[in-house]
């Protein structure tokens, strides 16, 4: 996946100039350092690229830096940059407002490499988790978190069961060969597992194929035949099919949307 953007937004050029170089010091290549002179050139950049991390003067003609972060409540919390704001002045308004737009610090001029940098890190530490639980939120399927919530234990074999389930998904396998596993009749084991789980053992195997290709496709850089394969289907084009029938829309469309 592309490299995510640090973006710092500020009118003084010494300052911007001035922090980009501090960054770039410290980057390692890992982020992609992009500066704007105001809020408008911020604005379009933040619309075209994947912006990590938003280090932006609170005063600024026409769009101030505040305006800026408030802009940004908009859009889904998973793709919101964390927001580091700068200022020549202590200012408490200030303060304040940044505090109920959820900014993650407020550096006074001038600023010092160590400071920033601490700063920068607590900010991308605090994006990277929102990113990941925004992820985990995407690739979770609703009814498997309900699947097995009957206020009754599972029993061993329906656990056992699971535990085969999981570790096979790379292969392919039928009820029968997981009813064997856990040494019951395929027809009992069948209704069994329909009881506990709540929904069919086919229909069970398959959410937790997509599940597990879903978290391939936002976090690898496999092909979607690669990621087919790995999921137990032998075919990627009916991989594409039951994706599509579970998710609404193709494995590629998805991988596009989380990215």
Do not use: C
């Not at 010494?14 to 290549?29: H, K, P, V």
């Not at 600024?60 to 889904?76: F, H, R």
């Not at 940098?117 to 988790?129: F, G, K, S």
Request: charged residues 30%.
């Amino acid at each position: 996946m592309n490299r995510h953007t640090i973006l710092i937004v500020d009118d003084e050029p010494r300052t911007r100039i001035g922090l980009a170089r501090m960054l770039e010091a410290w980057n390692g290549d890992r982020y992609v350092i992009r500066s704007a002179a105001d809020g408008r050139e911020a604005l379009g950049i933040l619309e075209r690229e994947r912006v990590r991390l938003l280090i932006t003067d609170i005063k600024m003609p026409e769009i101030s830096g505040l305006q800026l972060a408030g802009a940004l409540k908009s859009m889904p919390e998973e793709d919101r940059p964390a927001i580091i704001l700068i200022s020549g002045y202590a200012e408490f308004e200030f303060a304040q407002r940044a505090i109920q737009l959820g900014v993650v610090d407020y550096l006074l001029k001038p600023i010092g490499r160590d400071k920033l940098i601490a700063a920068v890190e607590r900010a991308l530490a605090q994006a990277e988790e929102r990113a990941r639980i925004g992820m985990m939120e995407k690739v979770v399927d609703p009814e498997l978190l309900r699947s097995g919530d009957t206020g009754k234990p599972l029993s061993e074999p329906v656990r056992e069961a699971l535990a085969y389930i999981d570790s096979h998904l790379d292969q392919p396998f039928t009820m029968r060969d997981a009813a064997s596993r856990v040494h019951l009749n395929p027809s009992y084991f069948s209704v069994l597992f329909k009881d506990e789980m709540g929904m069919t053992f086919s229909e069970y195997v398959t959410r937790r194929r997509l599940q597990r290709a879903k978290e391939m496709l936002l976090r690898t850089k496999l092909t979607v035949a690669e990621i087919a394969e790995r999921v137990g289907y032998q075919s990627a084009k009916h991989f594409a099919k039951m994706f599509r029938q579970y998710e609404g829309s193709s494995p590629g469309d998805y991988r596009n949307q989380g990215s």
